[in-house]
Nanobody, 121 residues
Framework: QVQLVESGGGLVQPGGSLRLSCAAS????????MAWYRQAPGKQRELVAA???????NYADSVKGRFTITRDSAKNTVYLQMNSLKPEDTAVYYC???????????????WGQGTQVTVSS
């Protein structure tokens, strides 16, 4: 019923930029958390950037100053602008949202399918 669709991944040279997007569709009443995670081979999945339920943003130390999370609440969409990309940013990026469906009184977590970001020359 609820689906998250990601786009924007790809291959980019070091120092380049990419913009990821993730749009939620379905019978949605509200969304109170939007976030981006990533996972590289041999590493744990880590939080990259997030909007909390209070509307605050937080970033992993490794991306501060380079990545920016934004959102368009009317479109149920979250974005991740990635600048000054480094090879160590290479990973599968997943969006995550806490979504309350119509007719339901609680939020549950939904995940996108993941999009590959490769930073290489």
């Amino acid at each position: 019923q609820v689906q998250l669709v990601e786009s924007g991944g790809g291959l980019v040279q070091p120092g380049g930029s990419l913009r990821l997007s993730c749009a939620a569709s379905g019978s949605i009443f509200s969304i109170n958390v939007m976030a981006w995670y990533r996972q590289a081979p041999g590493k744990q999945r880590e939080l990259v950037a997030a909007f909390t339920s209070g509307g605050l943003t937080n970033y992993a130390d490794s991306v501060k100053g380079r990545f920016t999370i934004t959102r368009d609440s009317a479109k149920n969409t979250v974005y991740l602008q990635m600048n000054s990309l480094k090879p160590e940013d290479t990973a599968v990026y997943y969006c995550n949202m806490a979504i309350r469906r119509l007719g339901v009184s609680y939020h549950v977590n939904y995940w996108g399918q993941g999009t590959q970001v490769t930073v290489s020359s």
